[in-house]
């Protein structure tokens, strides 16, 4: 159907480009060229399911909605209670491992130098998790309100376009700046990895 006529080629052309490029070699500008494209493949599913969605959610009932909300604060309130318990050492050491497992399961076995450059990658993010909270409570009232106008097509879909398209809007500044610090920082570490990269992790 449509994904294998039209989103499948585009995919190949990618991983055609990705190919071509020599990870000793890879610059910022090519690893942002690469990260728009992905980008913009999410985007055109999304554009292609929303109709779905809205469809969906506009005929959700009133327990539907009831059984939603309340498995979103659950999962919200598990999240909250896992990390308060948790100190500043705790949490990077939780990203570093996070950092490790996504790594290894992409390129296999890392280097010493990775493993390093890793450490400080993890050492150097800004702990952002508490600002994450806040975020969670507005992306609720947000859901809140649109469920409440489901039965109007026009402002249903306004607010979840709102919510899908673009739920940076509801990010503190404070929270917004420091992804935007932890973004740097991944980008220039994550590259540094891929230049050091061995023929058995590129392979």
């Known amino acids: 159907g449509w994904h294998r006529s039209s ?5 190949i052309a990618q991983l055609d480009e990705l190919l071509l490029l020599t990870p000793e070699t ?6 942002e060229q690469q990260e728009l494209r992905f980008r913009e493949h999410s985007f055109r599913l999304l554009d292609h399911f929303f109709p779905f969605i809205v469809s969906i959610v506009a005929q959700m009932s009133n327990e539907q909605v009831e059984q939603f909300m309340h ?4 999962r919200h309130a598990k999240f909250k209670r896992e990390y308060t318990v ?6 990077h050491s939780a990203y570093q491992e996070q950092i490790e ?21 993890a050492e150097q993010l800004q702990l952002t ?3 994450w909270f806040n975020y969670q409570t507005q992306i609720r009232v947000e859901l809140g309100k649109m469920f409440a106008r489901r039965s109007q097509r026009q402002e249903l879909e306004t607010s979840l376009a709102h919510l899908l398209y673009n739920p940076q ?13 932890n973004t740097h920082i991944s980008k220039i570490y994550l590259i540094q990895i891929i230049n050091v990269m061995t023929p058995e992790q590129t392979d």
């Open 7 to 11: 989103e499948i080629p585009s995919y």
């Open 26 to 31: 890879l610059s910022q500008t090519q690893f």
């Open 71 to 74: 498995e979103l604060r659950v």
């Open 86 to 91: 948790q100190s500043d050492l705790d949490i």
């Open 101 to 121: 497992n996504n790594l290894t399961d992409w390129l296999g076995p890392l280097t010493t130098e990775q493993q390093a450059l890793i450490v400080t990658w």
């Open 129 to 131: 998790t508490p600002l």
């Open 169 to 181: 809007q509801y990010y503190s500044p404070q929270l917004k700046k420091g992804i935007e610090r």
